[in-house]
């Protein structure tokens, strides 16, 4: 019993049926539980089954869309190569092909290097805030910190990297704010991914802000779902990463009944 609303499993069922399909997935809070050390954060047992059946599947593609480094994604994702990559919110692929890699200029690499000793500073003076490192920025993690002390660590970030450096990419995340040289999103990744794949629909599932412009980059026929609490443009919502689980476990079940029968 997966508990699933009928309107969602009627849209997946009919998302099953198509040609070819791109699952395009985010991994912290919609794949995996969100959990203090990043290092540490593993899909749901139910979800890893689901993927790996699914990306084995002829007609499917199988994408992992997140906000962490490519390299990030890959140690805790643990999928094989055919599962599509894309890391740092659409800034680094990991297709069928090599040389996918993220190539900065030296004024970005100039830039990340300024937002680094600020960023450093911030994080050095506020108690248990820290800094993750990706190729074109860092995200400033305030997850274990005080509420006041987060929102202090938030503002003097704001503060100081507008002061030093002009038009930052900043996003607000889940106890994370995170700064880029370079401006992509998931909304642009999964364009991309749309036209790679050849994908005639795409489901999204994910849970956070950056998300968002995911699913607005949904057409008809496709399936958004939002994973836990706030607004969202998706049309449907489940509770959390389990509950996305059990979607697409259904998912992989649909597409074989309508391919296989
Ligand atoms: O796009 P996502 O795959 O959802 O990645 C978003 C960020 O996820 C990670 O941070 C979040 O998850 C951590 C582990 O559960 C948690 O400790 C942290 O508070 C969350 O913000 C990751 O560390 C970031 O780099 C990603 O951008």
Redesign the pocket.
Same mark, same amino acid.
């Given at each position: 019993m997966t508990g699933l609303p009928d309107p969602l499993v009627d849209a997946l069922r009919a998302f099953a049926a198509a040609p070819r399909i791109l699952v395009a997935l %985010?991994?912290?809070?919609?794949l995996?539980?969100?959990?203090? %050390?990043?290092a540490r954060?593993r899909a749901v047992p139910e979800a890893q089954d689901a993927v790996l059946r699914l990306a084995g599947m002829p007609g499917v593609r199988v994408a992992l869309?997140?906000?962490?480094?490519l390299s990030?994604?890959i140690e805790v994702a643990e999928v094989p190569d055919r599962v599509l990559l894309v890391g740092s919110?659409g800034i680094e692929l990991r297709l069928d092909e090599p040389g996918d890699a993220v190539a900065l200029d030296a004024a970005e690499l100039e830039r990340v290097e300024v937002l680094r000793e600020v960023l450093e500073d911030v994080a050095s003076g506020i108690d248990r805030v820290w800094l993750?490192q990706?190729p074109a920025g860092f995200?400033l993690?305030t997850?274990l910190a005080s509420q006041a002390d987060s929102r202090r660590a938030h503002l003097v970030a704001m503060e100081e990297t507008r002061a030093e450096l002009e038009g930052l990419t900043v996003r607000h995340?889940?106890?994370?704010l995170?700064f880029a040289v370079r401006s992509t999103t998931?909304g642009e990744a999964i364009e991309h991914l749309r036209r790679y794949t050849r994908a005639d629909r795409v489901l999204y599932a994910?849970? %956070?802000v950056?998300?968002e412009d995911a699913f607005a980059a949904l057409l008809p026929g496709d399936v958004g779902v939002k994973s836990g609490a706030g607004p969202t443009v998706a049309a449907f919502r489940v509770a959390g990463p389990e509950e996305v689980a059990h979607a697409i476990a259904r998912l992989a079940e649909l597409r074989t009944d309508a391919h296989e029968h």
């Open positions: %985010d991994f912290d809070g919609t995996a539980p969100v959990v203090d %050390d990043p954060a869309v997140s906000g962490r480094s990030s994604l919110h993750e990706k995200a993690h997850r995340g889940k106890n994370v995170e998931k994910g849970d %956070d950056t998300d």
